[in-house]
């Protein structure tokens, strides 16, 4: 396939994502495979695909296979730490997201999914940590003012807490 047909393809992809009709998405992303086993893109997007029809394992499979072509991938390194959360694989995640952080020290999504890691593992000090981090690159961060703000009610300090739950909400008076 040269590069016109791989680039109809693709428009083929984006046409059928769009029409949320992920059955023939899938399809034309396997025949640009086909064609190119590495080609990064296609790869991703199937990696996306199988996160929003929740098979998880199968996504993994190809955020490995992305980060194994390209190591430097932020994307792929960020949706592999998602996806091995999802399969409650922790400890990997944060290893992923870690390695995010390398790639990007000012990553508040990593940041704030690192803490909320620590948070369910009930390791509280770490995810304080995580969170503050967070929060010091952007003080109004909605998902980290609200992950923050339940953290440090569990710690008993309701008064900054309901003050960052009202950052991230503006619902709290």
Known sequence: MDIQLIKQEFDLFKKFYSERNLNL???SLNKILKENPNQTEAIFFLGIINVQIKNFKQA????????????????????LGMTNYKLDFLDEAI???????????????????????YKDLNNFEKSKMYYEKCLSLD????????????LLLKLNQHNKGLKYLQNGTGFIR
């Open 25 to 27: 998405a899938i399809l």
């Open 60 to 79: 993994k499979i190809y955020f490995l296979k992305l980060i194994k072509i390209k190591p430097d991938s932020i994307e792929g390194l960020f949706n």
């Open 95 to 117: 290893i992923n997201f870690h390695d995010v952080l390398k790639l990007d020290d000012k990553n508040k999504d990593a940041l704030n999914n690192i803490a909320k890691i």
């Open 139 to 150: 003080p109004k961060y909605i998902n980290a003012c609200l992950g923050y703000g339940g």
